[in-house]
């Protein structure tokens, strides 16, 4: 969840009233949104670096809100205020209108070349803008929460903001060889090429995260005006001409990428919330962008979206009873401008360019729903009438816990994952062996593979008990992981029961007076005929198979008694038993 | 009894005496250590109302091992004076002896002594009286003999500044006679026995009295583990709610099910490597279920089922890639896909607790692997009311019942709601679970009726174990560190009740 920090003190200017901290965290809870954290600039630095530097830094007081990850409009400030403002019915969502410019229309040619590192490209103009230093802030601060959130990570979306009166169009989105690329980059005095450029910013701590996107390809994607200036090599960096600061008045913003739809979604955003401040208020000048095949597109869409939910839906799915004019207000409040009309049950809801979170009736009955208040409705029971039934593999393992503890054992719970040695290497076996699963990104060892058999994490647990008076009795009953190419997804879990005998003195005779419990218990008769066990000597190291069934509907599959002292040196003695609680594949499912 | 004479001693002095007696004097008189008598006094004091000991502290006089040399020997400056014979003693010679540094002064001033330096070997000491009396001496053989108070207090003082004499606090019993005084009586016994009762012996036989104060012996036992305590807990819940147990019994799941059957995108963070682990082998699903992977696919891509879909080219080599499932909610797609396939379509309610995994930074309450509990209900006409209304019977059976929703975004569900309970703690409200009505993009694929809605929420397990427990990291729950003996002393398990300390919740 993005989380977005305000100043206080103007997020309630321009909520045209002041809150008490109680208040707020109230009215965010109430509209979805979460008061996570109230602090300043100094007590972050404070926080993060000593005292010492946080000397001189700011006290204003900081919120840090909690957003959804899906509402790309409560961003920044500008979007939270205007959409809290709607939801208390203290303004009106302004419409967002492109507007053609009165001179010749801004350019953006997408050349061929781009189609394989970054085809897309969309653009617009804010013109007349009048930033502060706090807008200008909140400027770069929301392209920073875009990139990070809908654009993961640049990957998706780039976005470059320009000075355009630095510039001068048409502008051409090309792709080309890395050396021939070459510029002054934002906040670099002198020109490099882009080879030279990704070796700098490997060390950058910002951009470094971004390289990967283009680093392996043969042409990086680049921006320029019609006098040969480099305006962005997206997705890593800006060239330095045409910056942006405080007194910029005009803004030609590009969004490149690889996703078309997020493209055009975080251009519409920008805008929305930033033309606010220009002249002619929540107006935004078109640009045009020519595809390779010569189709020429305007943006940005701004595009306003009419549906029609029926009011009784609305009130069906939330179990409220609204009059239809009564939904259509709550609606509005939410910024979906809505209306009655038709049989007077149709509601005809405005879905504007910010909300591109609302693709289906379901978010338009959320909305409803949240404008009424969560908590506002009326709880009740549905008459749903069913039978409980338990998983028979989990009911079987239910009952034979609570029967292992009986006998004196104590319940383990260890990790389902674990290193290959541990299954492995420890138990004297070769990885090949094994059968197990691999993960292909593990941060560490202890995650490589999901483990075959329970028997090393009861073992560890051993060893990170051996303060504990003796004898040890451990069991565990949980699931191992084996590779299975009958299962759609190529693996199958097993079922297993591992108990383990620790102390001074081997004890054979009860771990196995342990297993012949076990088997009285699912009455499995000790018998060499069918249905029944027989206890033989492990020949190979210790692992338990799954093996084939017995004809019980809950028995055991291959019941497996080993004998082992070997391999974990360091216990005195040590005598395990393990087996399989498996059931055929065919076990009925709910 | 009979085998302590001093105890026998004791009740027959005790017969004798007129009210009672003191434990030190009788020690005195019979000879013997204090602790001797004390221990008679307290093993009588055991045996009910035979005697009546009242504790009595008084303060007396003692000497310090010096003191007693002292008393022995004597004085330092008696041991120098007489260690002078009549031609003197060379003064360098004197001061070897063993009292010498400390008798010399003392005698010097004492004027019992004197030095003349003028003699040929250096400065040689000679006697100056005939004789002396050592009173040092006699007064700290005053005291050995009990009679301090014969001692002015000055005397005294003086003596305790040399550290010849402590005061020490003498804890002695006034014993007297109690209700049930007897001089005969018999030893207890500490033990039943089989020949007592049917001899009928124990009957007459005074028994020993239980020590309640002392802990007992516990059982030999075994035990279950604090968090699979609470798993049944939350089963038995479910299961008095009507809920069927799904099948969970599946750690690997292809990214279909695991995302994109519930309508995540493919592009979501949460299906990027930092967050998910991903499989190297087996790396891809072998069978999918085609027909209904195309309606997904088009629903993300295009839309349809009246969504306008996330509208970006949706892969299936990507919906091929096998995780470790990141939620069990995989599972309760499962679980509804196979509901959608039993026509008519009949209302379920389903609940699932088991294993999910991510891949995540790992710290004081994050594990790669934790629980995860999940409710479903898929009925004709579900409401959020209906939502609401479960949610509080299922958290009132947690012993939870201040409840408030806050609006939410979970990619599958809309509408959305965390669920918030108030923390008598922390003072606060905090975040208790999730829930929502799975978006239709997920259902209709699935091949359910239109006007079906399935409501669904879920919760960790390992956080609410950590409260109950009292438990603030979560790698003293789970896992191979665990301390046995948290697990050997976990209290059962019940949910409805007050947890334990208030303090320790604050940390969960």
């Not at chain 2, 221990?39 to 004091?45: E, H, M, N």
């Not at chain 2, 000991?53 to 091992?65: D, G, Q, V, Y």
């Not at chain 2, 879920?458 to 665990?482: A, C, D, F, Q, W």
Request: net charge neutral; with cysteine.
């Amino acid at each position: 969840m993005p989380t977005v920090s305000v100043k206080r003190d103007l997020l309630f200017q321009a909520l045209g009233r002041t809150y008490t901290d109680e208040e707020f965290d109230e009215l965010c809870f109430e509209f979805g949104l979460e008061l996570d954290e109230i602090t300043s600039e100094k007590q972050i630095i404070s926080k993060e670096q000593g005292n010492v530097k946080a000397e001189g830094a700011s006290d204003v007081v900081l919120y840090k809100v909690d957003v959804p990850a899906n509402r790309y409009d409560l961003l920044c400030l500008e979007g939270l205020a205007r959409g809290l403002q709607v939801f208390k019915e203290r303004i009106k969502a302004p419409v967002y209108k492109r507007v053609m410019p009165k001179g010749e229309i801004q350019k953006l040619i997408i050349t061929e070349e781009t189609a394989k590192v970054r085809p897309f490209a969309v653009a617009a103009v804010l013109r007349n803008i009048k930033f502060t230093k706090d807008r200008y802030d909140s400027f770069i601060e929301l392209q920073e929460k875009l990139h990070q959130n809908i654009c993961r990570k640049r990957a998706l979306v780039a976005i470059g903001t320009h000075d355009l009166d630095t510039l001068s169009g048409p502008f051409t989105f090309t792709a080309k060889r890395p050396s021939d690329i070459k510029f002054k980059p934002l906040n670099k005095t002198k020109e490099y090429t882009a080879c030279e450029l990704m070796n700098i910013y490997k060390t950058d701590n910002h951009l470094k995260h971004y390289l990967h996107i283009i680093e392996n390809k043969p042409l990086y994607p680049v921006i320029y005006d019609s006098n040969g200036v480099v305006l962005s090599m997206p997705p890593i960096i800006n060239g330095n001409h045409s910056k942006i600061t405080v007194n910029t008045r005009n803004i030609f913003i590009e969004c490149t990428g690889t996703d078309f739809t997020k493209a055009k979604i975080v251009l519409d955003i920008i805008v929305t919330m930033f033309s606010e401040y220009c002249e002619n208020q929540f107006t935004v000048e078109a640009a045009e962008v020519v595809s390779p095949n010569g189709k020429s597109s305007t943006f940005p869409e701004l595009a306003y979206r009419k549906e029609m939910v029926r009011a009784d839906l609305i009130n069906k799915k939330v179990g409220i009873r609204e009059s239809p004019a009564n939904l259509a207000k709550l609606l509005t409040r939410m910024c979906l401008k809505s209306e009655v009309i038709g049989d007077g049950n149709q509601i005809e809801v405005e879905i504007p360019p910010t909300r591109a979170d609302v693709i289906h009736a379901c978010d338009i009955v959320e909305d409803a729903a949240i404008a009424y208040g969560y908590n506002n409705i009326q709880m009740t029971l549905p008459k749903t009438y069913t039978i409980a039934n338990q998983f028979p593999l989990n009911k079987l393992t239910e009952l034979l816990r609570l029967d292992m503890a009986a006998a004196g054992f104590t319940e383990a719970l260890t990790f389902a994952l674990c290193s290959q040695e541990d299954i492995a290497d420890k138990l004297g076996l070769d990885i090949s062996e094994t059968k197990a699963v691999h993960i292909s990104n593990p941060k560490t060892a202890e995650f490589q593979v999901a483990r075959t058999t329970l028997l090393p994490g009861l073992l560890k647990t051993i060893a990170a008990n051996r303060k504990m008076p003796l004898p040890l009795k451990l069991f565990e009953i949980s699931d191992i992981v084996v590779k299975d190419s009958s299962k759609d997804v190529g693996a199958k879990n097993y079922r297993h029961l591992c108990a383990v005998y620790y102390n001074k003195n081997p004890g054979f005779e009860i771990i196995h007076g342990l297993l012949d419990r076990i088997m009285q218990l699912l009455d499995v008769p000790p018998s060499e005929e069918k249905g029944g066990y027989v206890i033989k000597a492990s020949t190979g190291p210790p692992i338990w198979f799954p093996g084939d069934s017995c004809r019980r509907p809950e028995a055991l599959a291959a019941p497996l008694f080993t004998w082992l002292m070997a391999s974990w040196a360091h216990y005195k003695a040590l005598v395990s038993s393990g087996l399989t609680l498996h059931h055929a594949a065919t076990l009925p499912r709910p | 009894m009979a085998d302590n004479p001093v105890l026998e001693l004791l009740l027959r002095r005790l017969e004798a005496a007129d009210g009672g007696l003191d434990s030190a004097e009788l020690a005195t008189q019979l000879g013997v250590e204090h602790q001797v008598v004390v221990g008679a006094v307290k093993s009588l004091q055991a045996l009910g109302e035979v005697i009546e000991a009242e504790l009595r502290s008084t303060k007396c006089w003692e000497l310090t091992t010096e003191g007693e040399e002292i008393a022995r020997e004597g004085s330092h400056e008696a041991r120098v004076f007489r260690s002078i014979p009549l031609e003197g003693l060379v003064q360098s010679e004197l001061m070897r002896l063993p009292s010498g540094k400390v008798g010399f002064s003392k005698a010097m001033s004492n004027k019992w002594i004197r030095v003349d330096k003028n003699t040929a070997d250096g400065p040689r000491v000679f006697q100056v009286v005939d004789s002396i009396e050592d009173e040092v001496q006699r007064r700290l053989q005053l005291v050995q003999a009990g009679q301090a108070e014969k001692l002015a207090e000055k005397e005294r003082n003086e003596l305790r500044k040399r550290k010849l004499l402590t005061e020490v606090t003498l804890k002695t019993y006034w014993v007297s006679k109690g209700k049930a005084f007897s001089t005969s009586i018999s030893k207890q016994e500490a033990e039943l026995s089989p020949e007592m009762i049917s001899s009928g012996s124990w009957r007459d036989r005074p028994f020993k009295p239980y020590n309640f104060s002392a802990r007992g012996v516990l059982p030999d036992s075994g035990h279950l583990h604090p968090l699979l305590k609470v798993r049944s807990q939350f089963r038995q819940i479910f299961l008095e709610m009507g809920f069927t147990e799904m099948p969970t019994d599946n750690f690997i799941e292809s990214s279909f099910w695991n995302f994109d059957a519930l309508f995540q995108p493919q592009q979501h963070p949460a299906r990027d490597q930092h967050d998910t682990f991903f499989l190297k082998d087996p790396a891809e699903a072998l069978q999918l279920p085609m027909d209904y992977v195309q309606r997904v696919k088009r629903t993300h891509s295009q839309g349809g089922y009246g969504s306008q879909g996330y509208k970006y080219t949706w892969k299936l080599e990507e919906a091929r890639k096998n995780v470790l499932r990141t939620h069990t909610t995989a599972a309760s797609a499962r679980t509804l896909y196979c509901l959608a396939q039993k026509k008519p379509f009949t209302p379920a309610k389903y609940f699932s607790i088991d294993r999910v995994f991510r891949n995540e930074t790992l710290d004081a309450t994050h594990l790669a692997e934790f629980h995860q509990i999940e409710g479903v209900i898929a009925d004709r006409g579900l409401t959020l009311g209906y939502l609401l209304g479960v949610l509080r019977e299922f958290f009132t059976k947690l012993g939870i019942t201040q409840l408030r929703f806050k609006p939410a975004y979970n990619p599958y569900t809309e509408p959305s709601m965390e669920v918030f309970s108030y923390h008598q703690g922390l003072k606060k409200w905090v975040e208790v679970g999730n829930s929502g009505v799975f978006r239709p993009e997920m259902l209709l694929p699935m091949g359910l009726p239109e006007n079906v809605s399935v409501i669904a929420w879920g919760l960790s397990l390992e956080r609410p174990t950590m409260i109950k427990y009292g438990i603030n990291n979560i790698r003293e729950l789970v896992g191979h560190k665990v301390n046995l003996q948290m697990v050997y002393d976990s209290p059962v398990c019940r949910l409805d009740t007050e947890p334990r300390s208030p303090q320790t919740q604050e940390a969960a």
